[in-house]
């Protein structure tokens, strides 16, 4: 069993379309999170959901919009897609008070041609 | 100010040399937990180590240790006898208790390569 799961892991669009990835996590935690890794390699975190409220919401583009239907779930979706917005996308979870570390998915590669 | 720092950006070594890569990070908290995890070139981002900040012993995981040292703020990651599997970049990670959402700062990652 996939404990966080994103879908779809590769994604192509053209500049201007509108997007969605998909998280699940089926651990139980309460928290989870979209981080974006730019082409360096350097992880940033874009938001964080704590039980469907956000608790973190980082300097991002009006453009992402995430959605937590439930504590399982943490949707990202992407309108007018740049081609700025290339990058690989994780999603992750923790428990709240998460020191036992984060679980990531294991990535969706965006790609804006 | 970055939390946390990886000054070496690429490491490479032959087989079976050990290998270390530093992370220095910065908080005022006394609470913290520090991580490392593994990106090898499929993607994905693995779990290696958690330590607490009221836990300075060293660990040791098969050819992994960690060495933790809160005089110097630093969390170092030793490879002994590496192996060409063992390329992969590697991320030093801060987490503070009083973060609200348990937001991770990562450092830029060390991109390691471990030549046959």
């Known amino acids: 069993d996939t404990a966080v799961s994103q879908t779809p892991k590769y994604l192509v669009t053209q500049m201007g379309n509108d997007k969605s990835i998909k998280c699940e996590q089926n651990l139980g935690h309460d928290t989870m999170y979209w981080y974006k890794q730019d082409s360096k390699k350097f992880l940033k975190i874009m938001f964080s959901y704590n039980n469907k409220e956000l608790i973190i919401n980082e300097t991002v583009p009006n453009r992402f919009s995430p959605k937590s239907p439930d504590k399982a779930h943490l949707n990202l979706h992407i309108n007018s897609l740049e081609l700025g917005d290339s990058a690989v996308y994780f999603c992750a979870s923790s428990q709240y008070e998460g020191y036992n570390g984060y679980t990531f998915g294991s990535g969706t590669r965006l790609t804006v041609v | 100010a970055q939390k946390v720092t990886q000054a070496q950006t690429e490491i490479s070594v032959v087989e079976k040399e050990d290998v270390t890569l530093d992370c220095v990070y910065e908080t005022r908290d006394t609470t913290y937990y520090l991580f490392w995890y593994k990106q090898p070139p499929s993607g994905e981002l693995v779990f290696l180590i958690r330590?607490?900040?009221?836990?300075?012993q060293n660990e040791i995981s098969g050819r992994y240790s960690w060495n933790f040292q809160k005089s110097t703020s630093s969390f170092n990651f030793t490879i002994t006898a590496s192996q060409v599997v063992d390329s992969a970049v590697y991320f030093c990670a801060l987490s503070e208790a009083r973060n609200t959402g348990n937001q991770f700062y990562f450092g830029t990652g060390t991109s390691l390569t471990v030549i046959p």
């Open positions: 330590r607490n900040s009221f836990d300075e």
